[in-house]
């Protein structure tokens, strides 16, 4: 029996501060390739990142490179206002089109509640599983309820903020 192929999309910044907010620590990216790839051939694997410039990111989009990401970048964006701007939604979305015909997992590690048409609409036109990770208390209940399964993000995907 042929393995799975699955594609992973890890919108970075969700991510970071839904598991700071619960946890006060980190997303493992190491821990969570080793148990999404189990048994599975990952055919593609994108995080989606914002772009501050400085050096502890670069180390960071280093270390996800070498683990197997294709990293995409956009740049921060201060607004006058005092808020900051850094999407990602709309290209997250056109890549997971895009892979959904040459995978038959979609794995979104993300709570954004937005993306929860795109898992309906994969899983109706690719006939493709869906599986999103999430910090549970702040992953959308509309996002948890369309994908195939959703994995909670607990301790073993973790690690502990370095001062």
Known sequence: MTEPRVALFVDVQNIYYTTR????SHFDYNAFWAQVGHGRQIVKAIAYAIDRGDARQQQFQRILRAIGF????????QRSD???????????TLDVMR???????????????????????????????TEVYGVEPLTAASLMQVSSYFVPIT?????????
Do not use: M, Y
């Not at 005092?82 to 997250?92: E, L, M, R």
């Open 99 to 129: 892979w959904a015909p040459k995978a038959d997992i979609i794995t979104l590690v993300s709570g954004d509640g937005d993306f929860d048409l795109l898992l309906q609409a994969v899983q109706r036109e690719h006939n493709v599983q």
């Open 21 to 24: 907010q619960v946890f006060n």
């Open 155 to 163: 301790r073993e995907l973790l690690l502990p903020i370095q001062k």
């Open 70 to 77: 294709e990293v995409k970048l956009k740049p921060f964006i």
């Open 82 to 92: 005092g808020t900051a701007k850094g999407d990602w939604d709309v290209g997250i």
